[in-house]
T-cell receptor
Framework: SQQGEEDPQALSIQEGENATMNCSYK?????LQWYRQNSGRGLVHLIL?????REKHSGRLRVTLDTSKKSSSLLITASRAADTASYFC????????????FGTGTRLQVTL | EADIYQTPRYLVIGTGKKITLECSQT?????MYWYQQDPGMELHLIHY???????EKGDLSSESTVSRIRTEHFPLTLESARPSHTSQYLC?????????????FGAGTRLSVL
């Protein structure tokens, strides 16, 4: 069954703007991760946030987690053309040790 | 770049052929995974392994099979390929559960069955 729903499905912005993507999930989680996928390639891990954390930063990335609403957001600040990719959230659900459930993904296009 | 390799990168074959998709990692990870992903869509877990001689079916039913005879190697086999098997197959590995369950992905195999 679908765990993660992401919105928007697609996002187009200009270089220098901020990009925000949202992820909603259905079950209790241990942690939530965000991954990036360039076209036709494998996924690359970006950031992990534990269920007892509310916000985490890594470079130009900022992730928030609201377990009461079962939602997370990924903010990319000062976007660059090289940020063009698909972004997926993935949840590590309690009771399903070591398996991740991936969301539907947001396709981000950053134009010059 | 993660030390996990998939071959071939692209494969075009006819219906009924037997194929094996290779996946190898040099990180010593116990846990390995196979996902199926259609273009622009989410990943679906089809097989996983928590160590040598351990294999489990994932959330998405698949006609493929896997084996884990060595820690570093996790091949996926289709005995008789069909057009419905056309998809991208991604292999991943991780060192553990919880906060250690950061998964490292190969570049994928794009399979087309004619």
């Amino acid at each position: 069954s679908q765990q993660g729903e992401e919105d928007p499905q697609a996002l187009s912005i200009q270089e220098g703007e901020n990009a925000t993507m949202n992820c909603s999930y259905k079950t209790s989680i241990n942690n939530l991760q965000w991954y990036r996928q360039n076209s036709g390639r494998g996924l690359v891990h970006l950031i992990l946030i534990r269920s007892n954390e509310r916000e985490k930063h890594s470079g130009r990335l900022r992730v928030t987690l609201d377990t009461s609403k079962k939602s997370s957001s990924l903010l990319i600040t000062a976007s660059r053309a090289a940020d063009t990719a698909s972004y997926f959230c993935a949840t590590d659900d309690t009771g399903t040790a070591s398996k991740l459930t991936f969301g539907t993904g947001t396709r981000l296009q950053v134009t010059l | 770049e993660a030390d996990i390799y998939q071959t071939p990168r692209y494969l075009v074959i006819g219906t009924g052929k037997k194929i094996t998709l290779e996946c190898s990692q040099t990180m010593g990870h116990d846990k390995m995974y196979w996902y199926q992903q259609d273009p622009g869509m989410e990943l679906h877990l089809i097989h996983y392994s928590y160590g040598v001689n351990s294999t489990e079916k994932g959330d998405l039913s698949s006609e493929s099979t896997v084996s884990r005879i060595r820690t570093e190697h996790f091949p996926l086999t289709l005995e008789s390929a069909r057009p419905s098997h056309t998809s991208q197959y991604l292999c991943a590995s991780s060192s553990g559960g919880g906060t250690k369950n950061i998964q490292y992905f190969g570049a994928g195999t794009r399979l087309s069955v004619l």
